[in-house]
C-alpha cells in the first residue's frame, strides 16, 4: 500500500494533468475536433486514477483510526503499549494471524472490526 504522502501527491499530480489536459482541449479542440475526443478520454482515465487513489487513502485512514482506537482503549484498560508492542502480530514469534476490517456504516460511522486467529503449530 502506498504511504498517505505518496498518494497526496499523485493526486495532486493527476489534478494538474486534468487541469492541463483540459486547457489543451479549451485552445486546441475548436481547431481539430478529433482533440477534444482524445482529452476527454485522456481526462476520464485520470479522473479514474484519481478516485483509486481517493479510495486507497480514505482505507489507510480508516484503518490507522481503527487502530488509534483500539489502543487508546487498551491504555484506558491499563495495558502497557511499549510492552505490547514487542508481541504485535507481524513479529516472528507470534501465533496469532491478525487481520482488521473497517466497514462505513449507511449512518457515515466506521465499524472496525479486529480478527485474531491462531496459526497451526509447525513440527
Same mark, same amino acid.
Not at 478516485?51 to 482503549?73: C, F, S, V
Not at 476490517?101 to 513440527?123: A, C, F, N, R, Y
Given at each position: 500500500? &502506498? ?11 493527476? @489534478?494538474?494533468? =486534468? #487541469? $492541463?489536459? /483540459?486547457?489543451?482541449?479549451? &485552445? ?11 482529452? @476527454?478520454?485522456? =481526462? #476520464? $482515465?485520470? /479522473? ?76
Amino acid at each position: 500500500m &502506498k504511504s498517505k504522502k505518496s498518494i497526496k501527491q499523485s493526486i495532486k499530480s493527476y @489534478d494538474r494533468l =486534468i #487541469e $492541463e489536459h /483540459e486547457d489543451k482541449k479549451e &485552445k486546441h479542440g475548436h481547431e481539430q475536433p478529433w482533440l477534444k475526443g482524445y482529452w @476527454d478520454s485522456q =481526462i #476520464e $482515465e485520470l /479522473e479514474k486514477q484519481v478516485e483509486q487513489l481517493t479510495k486507497q487513502r480514505n482505507d489507510g485512514i480508516r484503518a490507522y483510526n481503527g487502530l488509534n482506537t483500539m489502543a487508546n482503549a487498551a491504555e484506558k484498560m491499563g495495558i502497557d503499549l511499549e510492552t505490547a508492542g514487542r508481541d504485535l502480530p507481524e513479529a516472528e514469534k507470534n501465533k496469532y494471524d491478525f487481520s482488521q476490517t473497517d466497514t462505513v456504516m449507511e449512518s457515515g460511522k466506521v465499524k472496525h472490526t479486529i480478527h485474531l486467529k491462531k496459526k497451526k503449530e509447525k513440527h
